[in-house]
């Protein structure tokens, strides 16, 4: 079938150059010409403008726009006057949830259905596929369902489920039709708030082990922290990239962040030049507040997300008023107190 | 080489029978002659006894222990009674790697070496392997790797670390020696405190899937929490078996704990007959304490661990005191308070 | 001056009662005659519906809302179409500030002064006066201030913050005008986010004490839970309520909360006949909600939020997701596991 | 009756001239004699070593130690040796609560008495007097009783709580006999724990109100985080200094510690100079670690202490794993992100 893609960045681009390898026709446009000659390149029919990739697709169209979240509800208005009752337009990119819903209902009443897709699959998605969470309504999924086909997966090398058998399911295939609008990006969003916390868990352990000699730097410990207890204990100098590629390898916690931090850290043990400031994107945060809008507990997810936020300093004033407060009741200066011999005074709080 | 297994469980007699498998002779001993009995059928050499299993072995011995961390300590002070110098008593259970730094210095005045190995790969190891983390004098770990390699999965089709070239390093067949006395079992704990974390990370994330249909459900919604908000956005009714599963195709945060998730969530999609009293091992805790100890932050680690003890009430006097400062400054009563319908009573704190 | 009181549950009244004890005249409406009545009866002057209180009133009229946030939206409207410009409308309600900045917007348009105000002091409020955080024009909170000092608790027997001197400011007779519309509901919803987390380290805390008698129980301990290490230091039959009625005595911890805490536990000691299903109001929530939208890291405020949804089983699900994983790898079954005497069978996690 | 004063640090003065003022005899030493001077002008005995304190003192004596925790085991060894069966050893610092329950068996064996006492009050307390948690056998308890009473506030000016009548209780006076050796500095060691709690959760909130003009300021919003969403929300230029002068009048959250909020933001209300590095001592901690020990969730306090791990940077190396891992899966870079318009290109993660 023919599909329009809008945005040729890195995904978009190898979305296209999986579309087109299934044997489909693509129309693409970018703001950048460039990414358009790229892709003609490589077989697919280019447009300078939204208006012409909308004039050379034939009816009924299917549009895919691969675009910053922000950039996509202007694309959506515009298409929206371009477009004819029964094309399908898909937004492909990290929306919010939210924003799906409110342009499923406004599309609707001009005709036009609208598709909601969360993928997944980072820079290894050309190769892998990428995995696709859908909402929407069911005659445009179904519509669509051969090109969902074609960027996802398919069953690959993955061990099947046991209890599972005869043909396999489009979940099982690596596509699933979540629910209506909204229903992709939300099951995308939290999928993303379920790495942020993954991604928390093994940096909390590595940083463990990365501190496990404690005892034997000791003699140089800040006096600021609380004296060292039974240094004797934390004697151990752990080549924490060896141990991540150990736990590839049988482990309960195989997993491919793993492999990754396992990579990162053979190519740069010492993780020299990386400053640990940890940005963060808009699905983390959406997914704390659901969880607060329907009262579910997050705390594990919500902990990861606030320590993005102190990687960055967001904490400094809460941390200024933490050492004010210790000022005035204990008299305690905000400095080194070990040095500090005399009897009795130190901590009366 | 010849072997001794002590503790036939379910671990101890499937690492021996990988052991045997590779070529190499088992005496094994358990407190159930049914176990020792079971393990002879599959080739190995039976004994009565701890005396036994050492009188029957030839020196150096290499003993391994896989027995329960509450039993480890006696099982070691009788052995180290009946093995001679140069004899390695392993401990392959779930110790805390402190009893491995006192009783590796304990034996060690006696000349006997002590190897701790943290082992995971639980109910599927018999046929995927167990990886070993390991700690102890380097003379005797090497006495023991043709061991470790019969027991660690090897390389499987696990694909190779980008920058990793050559022969295979110990780490990438799934064995590695991670430090003196204790490192192996330090090491085994922090994974299970990252496996605590990764565990909820997934666990809090699909109970906002379960719950992404609280607009639905909201007539019905309890009047004791506060009422949803924007209810039009909580709409979705998702299958988290079917979601479980989509992701172990292409997407970040694919894992071996989701395999196991997808699965059970297949067996029984509604987790009927659960009670959700979710237990915790040593190792959980032992990891949060490490951590404190050393200074470093573990937010998501801890607040995995305190859930567990939240599933089993044991927040419930945290709890009762909560709704008794509520009665006292707003005089709340601990009830739907949903139906008071008398103006600006409600919330005055 | 004169104002109108719209509500008069517990706290809508005895904001009345403090203004009317301040020698101004209050006209005072509620759904509930009966209510009406009693205030009459203090010497305020009734009306039997929103117009009446209205026309009774001299112009420029100002109008104090003291009802629950769900019915402000409908009663804002109806009197936004019975006021005239220069009118000043009062919400003293737990509005979320996002309507207050709403409807300010809007009723600007019409010439009409709103004033949002955050109000804190619960069953005591009537004797202590109330706190009150004020948001809205200059002009408009100017002219209610002889209200707002009325209504707060002025100096009172508090110690002068060390540095200040001269006249009281407003804030130390216990009004402050925060800023523009919003303002007054945004710092009370802090306030009130800052209120969960302080109850909460009580809580956790007393929970400590409660159990510090954990080594003597030991004998009946749980098998489910990993077994107490170190039972000798857990041998203490704490006393909570004296406790926190020591801490109210020269402590780093005294605090309003605490006063309740010892009142209750005094009262009832083991808390008997509370359950422990902790609500939440909607301010803990968006407060959350603020800091995850500003990026501000907040783990305690909102672990303090997420401790009350677990209270009330909202964490069900993702118990049940844990329990279910661990069937899976480990074989682990959800009962206790101490009696099985298994050789290593155990924990192979 | 006489006491014996060990550890002239301001806490230990300042206890003595309280003791004294009540009409009692103080001995007194410390390792610096300008702080015995300063003592002895102000009525007390002087001593220049542990023996001759413990020579001028007539049996049965009791001694109070207030010095560092580092340095305790010495002293209490050393005094040991001099003291004779019947007499009265008191810990008044920060010990952790097991070093008492090992020093009081010990020297029970000797028949001297080991009093712990967990003190609070800070710089304040020479005025305000001390509040005082109180562990060991009865009769030593019963035998300081003078003394206690001497140290703590009193009565004061705290309103009695409602249902207490007749004679005033200990608790009701500022000390408390908590049980046995060891739960005096158990439960001080919780008072702390809360207090971090307490403290984060005014830090926290405050924070969220010093950023509340997030939406003003967002135009030079750093491009690392993600973009501010309504941003009409976030147009709030919060006094934090006025706000937590107005909650200590009449609000649900004043407290001692928002006291000291007050007075510390009145008197550097950017709170300039401090970097908000925020030290830990060790009851934190302590803290910590016993709640895991006997399975109580304590998200709240664990978080607080985490935050000031992570305000001293010990967070570093789990940040860099972070960074480390979104490069590898997404291609992300560590630095702004907002000014790459390539279409698309993202956030695949």
């Known amino acids: 079938m023919e599909i329009g893609m809008v945005g040729l960045g890195r995904m978009g681009a190898n979305i296209a150059r999986r579309i087109m390898r299934a044997g ?37 169209r299917a549009i895919w726009l691969m675009i910053p979240a922000g950039l996509t509800g202007g694309v959506v208005e515009e298409l ?38 969360g993928t997944s699959g980072g820079v290894f998605g050309l190769e892998r596929g990428y995995c696709l969470m859908v909402g929407g309504p069911d005659e445009a999924v179904a519509a669509i369902e051969p090109i969902l086909q074609a960027i996802a997966p398919g069953e690959g ?18 596509y699933l039709h979540c629910g209506p609008s909204g229903a992709g990006h939300f099951v995308k969003m939290v999928h993303n708030g379920i790495e942020y916390g993954v991604m928390a868990a093994f940096a909390e352990g590595l940083n463990i082990l ?55 850290l053979h190519a740069n043990p010492a993780l020299d030049g990386l400053a640990g400031r940890v940005s963060d994107s808009g699905e983390g945060r959406w997914t704390v507040k659901a969880a607060v809008d329907i009262g ?26 933490l050492s004010a407060m210790r000022q005035q009741f204990g008299g305690h200066v ?14 009366a709080d």
């Not at 403008?49 to 697709?57: D, N, Y």
């Not at 898909?90 to 005709?111: C, E, F, M, T, W």
């Not at 090398?157 to 690596?174: F, H, I, K, N």
């Open 210 to 264: 990365e501190n496990a000699d404690a005892g034997i730097r000791e003699a140089e410990h800040s006096a600021e922290v609380a004296p060292l207890e039974e240094a004797e204990f934390y004697q151990f100098d752990i080549d924490t990239a060896k141990v991540s590629e150990l736990w590839r390898r049988g482990s309960v916690i195989s997993s491919w962040l793993l492999d990754l931090t396992a990579a990162a």
């Open 80 to 117: 929206a006057g371009l477009l004819a009752p029964g094309d399908i337009l898909i937004d492909g990119g990290n929306s919010n949830y939210r924003d799906d819903v409110r342009r499923a209902a406004s599309l609707k009443d001009r005709g036009i259905h609208y598709v909601d897709i």
């Open 296 to 321: 579910v507990p997050v705390p594990v997810l919500a902990a990861s997300l606030f320590e993005r936020f102190a990687s960055r300093d967001e904490d400094r004033f809460a941390n200024q008023v």
């Open 157 to 174: 090398d993955v061990a099947r489920t046991p209890g599972r058998d005869g043909e396999l399911a489009p979940e099982e295939r690596g």
């Open 24 to 60: 489909h026709d693509c129309v693409v446009y970018d703001v950048n010409p460039a990414s358009v000659e790229a892709l003609v390149e490589d077989g697919a029919t280019g447009a300078g403008s939204l208006a012409e990739l909308v004039s050379t697709m034939s009816s009924p």
């Open 334 to 347: 905000e400095r080194p107190v070990g040095d500090v011999l005399e009897a009795g005074a130190r901590k």
